[in-house]
Every structure is written in C-alpha cells, then in structure tokens.
C-alpha cells in the first residue's frame, strides 16, 4: 500500500484558521439584553481606534430613559472610551477614529451638522476628579447657562443656580459662600458642585466616569443617594470599578472586555446569574 494512503491528510491551514476565528468571535459576542425599554442614547456597531489600537470592537447598546447603567470591567476593558464617544470627547484625541452609529433621541450625534457644544449640554459629563473652574461657587454653576443663553436675566441665572445647587444636594452647605472659590470646597462637595454645573445646562444624559473613585466613602455615599435621585429626570451612564457600587446605583449592568461589550442586562442578573464565563469570573474575582 502506498504510504500517502496510509498518512491521515492534515486539515487545510485556511479551515483551521477559519474555526479558531468562529471560537474566538462566539466567544466574544455579547449575551444578555443590549435593548433598553425606552431607548434614549442607541449606539449600534461602534468601533474606536486610536491610531492601529482597536480600543472597542462593534459595540451595540441602548441606553434608556430614567435608568442608570453601570459599565464594569477590568482597567484597559474599553469602559471609559465608550463613555467619552458618547459626547464626542473623543473628538479632542487625534490618533482617535470612531466608526458606527451614535443617536441621542434619532439624531447621529456623529453628523456633520451636529453641534458638539450643544451635543455636550445635552450629554454632560463628570469626570473622575472633581474639575470646578477657578470662580465662585455661584459662577462656576452659572457658566453654562451664561454661554448658552439659558437666562433672559439676572433672576432667572439666581433661580437655574440655586435649583441646580439645591437638585444636587449642595445648596444647604454653600447658600451663604455662593462668592467663595469653588475650589475651597471639600472633595465631596466639589464633586457635587460638579453635577450641579453639569445639569445646570439641562442635559437630557450625564455620564460619570468613575465620579467616587477619589473620594472617601461618606462623600460616596452621598454621590450614589445623589445619582438615584437624578435618575427620575436623566439617564445616567456610570463607569465604574466598585461591583458594590454598580450593584447599588443601575438598574442595568454592561461588562466590557478587551474593548468588546461581552454581557449586558438587570443588575440583579448580571451579578447573580451572570450568562458569560468571563462575566462570571471577573465578578466573583478570578481576575480584574
């Protein structure tokens, strides 16, 4: 017999190749419910790239009206670059390129005709350290509407700064230093003062990257009373690493994953009956 007949044939390297990438992409894709009940901020098939880095790969996710969802995920997963494609604050990193589609209520955030100034009244952002302006507690609230043109006069600036103030839970502690620098606050209050200048513009959604990692736990505590009661009137977009943090402030959880959206649903779901093995093992801590 010849020895060809004898020597089982080895698979084409293109099939094998072809399978790994089929084991690797179902491994990847996303579980759970990317769909919000009342969707407000959809994006669909969102790619980011900064220069040949492809930092987040075809992520599709709704975020809805009233609800607070929480991004988790280990450091480096893609959380904080799909928060900042949001309000295009991507838009100020060169290297970056943003594929996909972005709507805030129909409209592509990413269209030409679209006003990024206007578009980051409506999506505000917090950031992870307190940022207020070098002025007055009053003036660092009033600088959004002043440049916007939200106030006719000086009444009305008084009454959207002393709402925004008091809507934050800070007008109690500031009402009589409204002339004091903003930066002479605690980091509790800072931070505070913050979401005050952030929805004092009227945003329709804020997005927090990590807002409580620099602070200690009684000004976390506040933070997260202060994010659940925002929630009746915004949506709410938080980065986060604390799982304690997500499970106590969203109503939904989206974990990330070397830059891909690996499971997304009910918190409760997600972090007692996680659907994907790596959500499992990132939230019961086998690695993160």
């Given at each position: 017999m ?6 089982p044939?080895a ?5 094998v190749?072809e399978?790994?990438r089929e ?9 759970g419910?990317?769909?919000a009940?009342?969707?407000?901020l959809?994006t ?13 790969i075809d992520v599709s ?10 991004l988790i995920g280990p450091?480096?997963?893609g ?5 900042r494609c949001l309000n295009?604050?991507n838009?100020?990193?060169?290297s970056?390129?943003?594929?996909g589609?972005?709507s805030?209520d129909?409209q592509d955030?990413y269209?030409r005709?679209?006003?990024?100034v206007?578009?980051?009244a409506?999506?505000?952002?917090v950031?992870q350290k307190?940022n207020p302006f070098p ?6 609230v009033?600088?959004?509407p ?9 009444a009305?600036?008084?009454e959207i700064?002393?709402n ?8 109690a502690?500031?009402?009589d230093?409204l002339d004091e620098p903003?930066?002479g606050l605690s ?8 979401i005050a200048?952030?929805i004092?513009?009227?945003p329709?959604?804020?997005?927090m990257d ?6 200690d736990p ?6 997260e ?10 949506a709410?977009?938080?980065v986060?690493?604390s799982?304690?943090q997500?499970a106590r402030?969203?109503?939904?959880t989206?974990?990330f ?5 690996i499971?997304v649903d ?11 093995k790596?959500?499992?093992d990132y939230i019961t801590?086998r690695f993160g």
């Amino acid at each position: 017999m010849a020895d060809d007949q004898l020597t089982p044939s080895a698979p084409a390297a293109p099939a094998v190749e072809e399978y790994r990438r089929e084991q690797d992409e179902r491994a990847y894709q996303t579980v759970g419910n990317p769909r919000a009940k009342r969707p407000f901020l959809c994006t669909e098939h969102v790619d980011v790239y900064y220069d040949d880095n492809h930092a987040i790969i075809d992520v599709s996710l709704e975020i809805g009206q009233n609800e607070v969802i929480a991004l988790i995920g280990p450091s480096g997963c893609g959380k904080s670059t799909y928060l900042r494609c949001l309000n295009r604050m991507n838009d100020t990193i060169e290297s970056a390129r943003v594929t996909g589609e972005i709507s805030l209520d129909g409209q592509d955030i990413y269209d030409r005709s679209m006003d990024v100034v206007a578009l980051r009244a409506r999506v505000g952002m917090v950031f992870q350290k307190p940022n207020p302006f070098p002025k007055s507690i009053y003036d660092n609230v009033a600088y959004g509407p002043r440049i916007h043109g939200l106030a006719a006069n000086r009444a009305e600036l008084d009454e959207i700064v002393h709402n925004s103030l008091e809507r934050a839970g800070l007008l109690a502690e500031v009402k009589d230093r409204l002339d004091e620098p903003g930066t002479g606050l605690s980091g509790g209050q800072q931070q505070r003062l913050c979401i005050a200048r952030t929805i004092a513009v009227s945003p329709k959604v804020i997005l927090m990257d990590e807002p409580c990692s620099a602070l200690d736990p009684i000004a976390t505590a506040r933070i997260e009373d202060l994010i659940d009661e925002l929630r009746e009137n915004y949506a709410i977009v938080i980065v986060t690493h604390s799982m304690q943090q997500a499970a106590r402030v969203s109503q939904r959880t989206a974990y990330f994953h070397l830059g891909k959206l690996i499971e997304v649903d009910d918190t409760d779901r997600v972090f007692t009956n996680p659907q994907h093995k790596l959500t499992e093992d990132y939230i019961t801590g086998r690695f993160g």
